[in-house]
């Protein structure tokens, strides 16, 4: 167990609706890093942040956001969802950012139909 | 930007066998490279890393070895058993100045560990 939660575990909804993932880091972590997994991308960097400021951005689709709140607890927002963002969605934590060990959350499934 | 490349995509041993992941990356400014194990149903879990000043790490029976000038690392598996059978990712992280990281993994290979 590596301390990061994530909810929900699984994620059925249609297209064109709109999803929230939770995740909460280990105790005394700052920074969250999502990542999506898919079968023919593999583990892709989405979004960084660190102590509730954005810190890094990857190939993040304008359709999804994501913010940290003050509890350091994080929120991974998917719209106007299509086929393709059927995915493993991962939450990472770590104490800082640079340099430091990541974490990763047990997942969340969602699957769009 | 950085990109890892991870070979084979699948490997199949004998238990008490030798395995061996290759990864090669593209930035000479990544300066860190983990190795996550992941387990069906589960999430990747970081079995081992090196930093750059460092050409090689053991861990009991898995160790990994970095070649600067080649941009390749390495993870070995010795005297394999069944539970070692998962998915192993290498990654890499480009340096970054204060609190920002971005890992950028490979692509995965599929171990399997038969009696």
């Known amino acids: 167990d590596s301390g990061v939660t994530q909810t929900p575990k699984h994620l059925i909804t249609a297209t064109g609706q709109r999803v929230t993932l939770r995740c909460s880091p280990r105790s005394g972590d700052l920074s969250v890093y999502w990542y999506q997994q898919s079968l023919d991308q593999g583990l892709q960097f989405l979004i960084q942040?660190?102590?509730?400021?954005?810190?890094a951005k990857g190939n993040i689709l304008e359709r999804f956001s994501a913010q940290q709140f003050p509890d350091l607890h994080s929120e991974l927002n998917l719209s106007s969802l299509e086929l393709g963002d059927s995915a493993l969605y991962f939450c990472a934590s770590s104490v800082v950012g640079s340099g430091e060990t990541q974490y990763f959350g047990p997942g969340t499934r969602l699957l769009v139909l | 930007g950085e990109n890892v490349e991870q070979h084979p995509s699948t490997l199949s041993v004998q238990e008490g066998d030798s395995a061996v992941i290759k990864c090669t990356y593209s930035d000479s400014a990544s300066n860190y490279f983990p190795w996550y194990k992941q387990e069906l149903g589960k999430g990747p879990q970081l079995i081992i890393d090196i930093r750059s000043n460092v050409g090689e790490k053991k861990d009991q029976r898995i160790a990994v070895t970095l070649n600067k000038t080649a941009k390749h690392f390495s993870l070995h598996i010795t005297e394999t058993q069944p539970e070692d059978s998962a998915v192993y990712f290498c990654?890499?992280?480009?340096?970054?100045?204060?609190?920002?990281?971005?890992?950028?993994f490979g692509t995965g290979t599929r171990l399997q560990v038969t009696l």
């Open positions: 942040y660190y102590n509730g400021e954005e810190r």
């Open positions: 990654a890499a992280r480009k340096l970054n100045t204060g609190t920002a990281s971005k890992l950028t």
